[in-house]
């Protein structure tokens, strides 16, 4: 347990990610020393987890806008009365559900969302873990001459594999995302190696389910180079996997970490609340 925390406890779950945080019910009107340790613990560890919380919607999200302004997802803004929430549902028969591939949040943003805060509210006996990789890791265990052709790229990220009519994905799950005639593609390039605004640390900044390819490159001519930072990104010892509980909650950075949702249940329900912080 780090011990150089006041208003909260910190317990690391892996030795590269991951903590979680006690002392604290997320629900209450936290003081002002609580936040600021529990934004720092999220910089130290990338993801931090709590425990038995009950949090209605209403306070989850005067808890997500202590850390900045709540994040409109463009695919989820689907017509519902509250546009600020997203409810990541799984029922018996999905075939799919939304995050089981490794990525980043909505990385086809300008800017990337900062993070997001995910609630359980129901969840299987047992299955459906979520794993997370640091992506500072990922950085800085390629070589030298690795990271000297990296630094001067960029890479193209678009949501056409996730949302849209072409994307299908609708046809699989629950959680439903805009696939409307007035849906456009979003496009945005960013630097395959980002500078952490708030640490300084530089991590690798690409995922297989929003990068498309290279700038300048065709995806033929991308993929030798992304398909081998894809299968580096998440080497075992670059992650933490976290076992949900209902009222358990997930908070992590979205610029300098990747995730994926386990598909491994699916005969089981799974209900979940998300709020995300733009960046």
Same mark, same amino acid.
């Given at each position: ?11 690391? /779950? ?15 009107? /936290? ?11 999220? !910089? ?8 038995? @919380?009950? !949090? ?6 005067? %808890? ?15 017509? @519902? ?13 999905? #075939? ?40 500072? !890791?990922?950085?800085? #265990? ?5 990271? #000297? ?55 690798? %900044? ?32 670059? #992650?933490?996997? %976290? ?32 709020? @995300?912080?733009?960046?």
């Amino acid at each position: 347990m780090d011990s150089n925390y006041k208003h909260i406890t910190v317990t690391p /779950l892996s030795s590269s990610i991951g903590a979680e945080i006690g002392g604290v019910n997320v629900a209450d009107e /936290l003081s002002d020393g609580a936040i600021a340790e529990i934004r720092q613990a999220l !910089l130290d560890h990338l993801v931090i987890f709590f425990r038995d @919380q009950d !949090l209605p919607v209403d306070r989850h999200k005067a %808890f997500t806008r202590r850390f900045g302004k709540i994040f409109i997802h463009p695919n989820y803004d689907v017509g @519902q009365e509250d546009n600020e929430t997203v409810y990541l549902i799984r029922r018996p028969g999905d #075939t799919s559900v939304a995050g089981e591939k490794w990525h980043a949040d909505t990385s086809m943003m300008n800017p990337p969302p900062l993070g997001a805060i995910l609630y359980a509210i129901e969840v299987p006996d047992y299955g459906g873990d979520t794993v997370f990789a640091n992506q500072y !890791l990922a950085y800085e #265990t390629l070589s030298e001459g690795m990271k #000297t052709v990296l630094e001067p790229l960029q890479a193209i990220h678009s949501d056409i594999r996730v949302a849209g009519p072409q994307s299908n994905v609708n046809a699989k799950r629950t959680s439903q995302v805009r696939d409307d005639a007035d849906w456009r593609e979003t496009v945005t390039a960013h630097p395959v190696v980002r500078t952490h605004p708030e640490t300084g640390r530089k991590h690798l %900044f690409v995922n297989p389910v929003y990068t498309l390819r290279l700038d300048g490159m065709t995806e033929a001519e991308s993929a030798p180079i992304l398909d081998y930072l894809y299968e580096h990104q998440h080497r075992p010892e670059f #992650t933490c996997r %976290f076992s949900w509980r209902p009222g358990s909650i997930a908070f992590w950075d979205n610029r300098c970490s990747i995730h994926l949702a386990i598909h491994d249940n699916p005969d089981s329900s799974r209900h979940m609340q998300r709020t @995300q912080i733009a960046g």
